[in-house]
């Protein structure tokens, strides 16, 4: 059984940084692939904000690049986000999910933390 919590988000004005974390219960946490999405208030949809493969390639969603960063700690099995520059628009519900490999859409992960909540003020 694969777990994911996330912790970090919080409130903070615009031009602000937050950093995220993912803790990655599982004995193969180093086999896995794991993503950010995240959902804005009154949207359905998750979009994926970032990614980090088993192998350290990363992927970054066009409207983030230069401004976020996923990183990785193999030793405490976390995954990070960093996120400066923060604008009133990055202001959702911020989700860590893991699978196999970076996939775009969301339906494709098997797990998933339950959130943690990032609003941007201006």
């Known amino acids: 059984q694969v777990q994911l919590m996330e912790s970090g988000g919080g409130s903070v004005q615009v031009g602000g940084s937050l950093r995220l974390s993912c803790t990655i219960s599982a004995h193969t946490y180093r086999t896995y692939s794991v993503a950010w999405f995240r959902q804005a208030p009154g949207k359905e949809e998750r979009e994926r904000v970032a990614?980090?493969?088993?192998?350290?390639?990363?992927e970054y969603r066009d409207s983030v690049k230069g401004r976020f960063t996923v990183s990785k700690d193999t030793a405490k099995n976390t995954v990070f986000l960093q996120m400066n520059g923060l604008k009133p628009e990055d202001t959702a519900l911020y989700y860590c999910?893991?699978?196999?490999?970076?996939?775009?859409?969301?339906?494709?992960?098997?797990?998933w933390g339950q959130g943690t909540q990032v609003t941007v003020s201006s």
């Open positions: 999910a893991a699978d196999a490999i970076c996939w775009i859409l969301p339906d494709k992960y098997n797990f």
């Open positions: 990614c980090i493969e088993h192998d350290g390639r990363k």
